[in-house]
């Protein structure tokens, strides 16, 4: 009996798929945290991220790189 394997994806495709899951999950936490601000865990994570300016910033960059990725994505 022999198994064989169909490779679905491309090697560039999973950088992609992982890249968003991080990326998504990236701006989640630096997001959730300035939706609600009055949160337990909010004041926790913006502390953690060294303040709410530095939040604010992560966040932007993270879109900003999120965004690259769909572009590169349509690109392709």
């Not at 630096?30 to 709410?52: C, E, F």
Request: charged share 10%; no cysteine.
């Amino acid at each position: 009996m022999t198994t064989e394997y169909v490779v679905r994806f491309s090697p560039w495709a999973r950088v992609q798929h992982a890249a968003i899951i991080v990326l998504f999950g990236l701006l989640l936490l630096t997001g959730m945290p300035q939706k609600w601000p009055t949160a337990g865990l909010s004041v926790w994570l913006v502390d953690a991220m060294g303040g709410i300016f530095a939040a604010r910033w992560l966040h932007r960059a993270v879109g900003v790189v999120f965004s690259g990725l769909v572009v590169a994505h349509l690109v392709v």
